[in-house]
């Protein structure tokens, strides 16, 4: 395909998906404009993020840090917001915090802390979300739902970071009605949560299969790669 035909792609797939986005929040009387769309673009390149982002795309979610601060640098002139969604290596920490405004993955007190302490003092403070492993899958990151108070209230003392919210990957389901128990649990954690930390306003939650379930159950961001980017093609 050549670039223009990709761009072209890109653009009519961004807006079926915001239509699509349209029709859940109808279907579910939500305000369309409570809900982000959050492009996410791993393995995709650079030119397939600019075409999203002549489209009107702002916001776009990474989960390899190299590959993401490759483009970041070709993009640089572009009013971008980066998040990063995938797994936080300790020894990463502190690019993600010079060169992101959202995490949505972190998991653990150890992360949040070097995210805090490698901050730079001229940006503003980071924007987190803690990752649930909602479905208690024994190979997914992502803290407990029992773990999740105690770490919140960590994180809420950290200057350097925002505690926006939660965010989870639940196991594949089979029906529209599975799909939205996870989901369920996540709002009803946030709901608890937001007694102590009132600031709390996002969920994240929602991919390209299961993204009407997730706005059914209150969905303030949707991560979105392939129904707006196309099929991921890994290297073996
Ligand atoms: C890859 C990825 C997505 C997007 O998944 P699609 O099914 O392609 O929409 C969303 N969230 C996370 C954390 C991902 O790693």
Excluded at 91 to 100: D, V
Aim: negative net charge.
């Amino acid at each position: 395909m050549t670039d223009q035909a990709n761009a072209e792609t890109i653009a009519e797939n961004l807006s079926g998906v915001r239509e699509q986005i349209r029709q859940s929040c109808e279907r579910y009387q939500r305000s369309p404009d409570t809900v982000t769309l959050l492009a996410v673009s791993k393995t995709k390149p650079a030119e397939a993020l600019k075409a999203a982002w002549q489209a009107g795309q702002r916001d776009f979610g990474e989960n390899y840090l190299q590959e993401s601060l490759e483009k970041q640098e070709i993009l640089k002139d572009l009013d971008i917001c980066w998040h990063f969604i995938g797994p936080i290596q300790s020894n990463k920490t502190r690019a993600i915090a010079e060169s992101f405004q959202w995490v949505h993955s972190v998991d653990r007190l150890k992360v949040a802390q070097r995210l805090n302490d490698q901050r730079p003092e001229h940006l503003p403070p980071l924007n987190i979300c803690l990752q649930i492993n909602i479905s208690e899958e024994a190979t997914k990151s992502g803290i407990t739902l029992t773990e999740l108070p105690e770490l919140a209230a960590q994180i809420a003392q950290m200057p350097n970071l925002t505690l926006r919210g939660l965010m989870a990957i639940p196991a594949p389901a089979d029906t529209q009605q599975e799909q939205r128990k996870p989901f369920a649990a996540l709002q009803a954690a946030l709901f608890e949560l937001k007694a102590d930390h009132p600031q709390m306003d996002t969920l994240s939650m929602g991919m390209t299969g299961d993204m009407d379930a997730a706005i059914a159950e209150g969905s303030t961001m949707v991560r979105i790669g392939t129904a707006i980017f196309g099929a991921r093609s890994y290297p073996a």
